[in-house]
């Protein structure tokens, strides 16, 4: 009897917890064994990082590739994305070994102006940053890191989620910076990820910006239902546990098909009943949304009464065409088209509404279900 619980919500931990995503992952290998970089894009908590961590460490396993994740969302600018790189290098390289520090290492933590220390706490190596901000001292500490990683025996694959980050970054020259570091070590393999759609194709697929066409662009969708059902069906079995089709339509309706949406709803349900209907799924709902409900009211404290409103509209309508005609403007008693227009870009521009094919609509489907109740 399974006594984990199977529906992960940290993300990848097991390749048994791990569902499908075989064509994509057999994507990624073809364009790793074939040279090229991927461009992997998707909404947010469709599983992508999960993939990424999935896929990487599959290579591992080959001990003819080493790997490097490295995640950009919370950086800033060019000079906080190198911290991150340095650290990610540094966390993958250095801090796990088990001989200490090569001397390869050392040389390179030298170049970046890296202070190495001790916790006083914990009485564990620390280490500190002082990165110059000059566009000099910046590329010289990514070709240390591009000339470090070119020189392990291994082959080494750098996958860089958030990508779209450099994208904001106030320089405005983050875009070039990172083309021209990929242009001068072109023996590493890349994977560009990042959960804004319509900022990575722009990346990737303008001729007027640095990225045009050079890599593989793969877009990552909603996991297929053919193959989720079985999965969440065999996991409640293993574990002797039992739970409705009829909930399952339900799960699949009410979460959009986002993949962290339906885990967080089955790790639930899973953890709390032997068997599961449709009565302890609405239950359940129920309880995620309340939970969540501190964290959204917060959101909201960000938003004008406008905007609030527009939102709203749209949450309610699910996925909406056309949020400036007047048929719509009328039914949710908006004001003028001109100002639904502009809340509605500031919307999109902090990424709370998202266009979706031919249709906007809320990005996070928990959000939207939370204020669909209200």
């Known amino acids: 009897m399974e006594k984990k619980n199977p529906f992960n919500l940290p993300g990848y931990t097991a390749k048994k917890y791990f569902c499908d995503r075989e064509d994509e992952l057999k994507m990624l290998h073809e364009n790793f064994d074939n040279d090229r970089n991927t461009v992997l894009f998707s909404w947010r908590r469709m599983g992508k990082t999960s993939l990424i961590r999935y896929f990487l460490s599959e290579l591992e396993k080959s001990k003819k590739v080493e790997t490097l994740y490295i995640d950009l969302l919370a950086t800033r600018d060019s000079q906080e994305a190198i911290r991150a790189i340095a650290t990610a290098t540094y966390e993958r390289f250095g801090e796990t070994s088990k001989t200490g520090l090569t001397q390869s290492l050392q040389q390179l933590l030298g170049k970046l102006g890296v202070e190495m220390g001790f916790d006083p706490q914990t009485g564990l190596p620390s280490i500190g940053f002082s990165i110059n901000r000059s566009q000099e001292n910046l590329d010289v500490s990514l070709t240390a890191i591009g000339e470090y990683l070119m020189a392990k025996k291994t082959k080494v694959i750098i996958a860089i989620d958030e990508f779209q980050q450099i994208s904001h970054y106030p320089d405005s020259k983050g875009e070039a910076f990172f083309r021209s570091w990929m242009q001068n070590f072109p023996d590493l393999r890349f994977i560009f990820s990042g959960s804004h759609r319509g900022i990575m194709t722009s990346m ?39 739970i409705d089709t009829e909930v399952l339509d339900a799960v699949f309706e009410w979460s959009w098909g986002q993949t962290y949406t339906i885990q967080l709803i089955c790790n639930k349900l899973y953890g709390r009943y032997d068997g599961v ?98």
């Open 204 to 242: 990737f697929t303008s001729e007027n910006r640095p990225f045009y066409r050079s890599a593989q662009l793969m877009s990552l969708d909603a996991i297929d239902q053919s193959k989720y059902r079985p999965f969440i069906l065999r996991h409640f079995k293993a574990g002797g546990k039992r």
């Open 277 to 374: 209907s449709l009565k302890e799924f609405h239950l359940m709902i129920e309880e995620i949304l309340m939970q969540e409900s501190p964290f959204f009211s917060q959101l909201t404290n960000l938003l004008s009464k406008t905007q609030w409103n527009v939102l709203m509209a749209i949450a309610r309508g699910g996925r909406v065409k056309n949020p400036l005609s007047s048929k719509f403007l009328k039914a949710h008693d908006l004001k003028a088209a001109s100002s639904v227009g502009t809340a509605l870009k500031m919307l999109q521009t902090k990424e709370i509404v998202v266009r979706d094919g031919d249709a906007y609509r809320v990005h996070d489907i928990l959000f939207m279900r939370w204020m669909q109740q209200l």
